[in-house]
């Protein structure tokens, strides 16, 4: 069975960090790009990261500098560490795979992420 369980939400205040994890079963992420992904209530889904199998990674430009992907290739784990966090950032946050095309055929359940002023 294929499966990606995130963890690491919560709630935090604005300027605090969060680590999001998420652990793959079924594949490895090296079969994938593995991307995050978030949803604030009333807005689209969007792409947070995508990252290759060669750990090039693409951020989007409302988290660069701010979030870092990292991986464990031996636990099958990515992270997201998220820093200087902001109210804007609130959202479920998903990992996905594959990232880098139109499709993503596998879904972590979502983890709240809320950040509070």
């Known amino acids: 069975e294929v499966q990606l369980v995130e963890s690491g939400g919560g709630l935090v205040q604005a300027g605090g960090s969060l680590r999001l994890s998420c652990a793959a079963s079924g594949f490895t992420f090296d079969d994938y790009a593995i991307g995050w992904f978030r949803q604030a209530p009333g807005k689209e889904r969007e792409g947070v990261s995508c990252s290759s199998s060669d750990n090039s990674t693409y951020y989007a430009d409302s988290v660069k500098g701010r979030f870092t992907v990292s991986s464990d290739n031996a636990e099958n784990t990515v992270y997201l560490q998220m820093n200087s966090l902001k109210p804007e950032d609130t959202a479920v946050y998903y990992c996905?795979?594959?990232?880098?095309?139109?499709?993503?055929?596998?879904w972590g359940q979502g983890t709240q992420v809320t950040v509070s002023s």
């Open positions: 996905a795979a594959p990232c880098d095309g139109l499709l993503q055929y596998y």
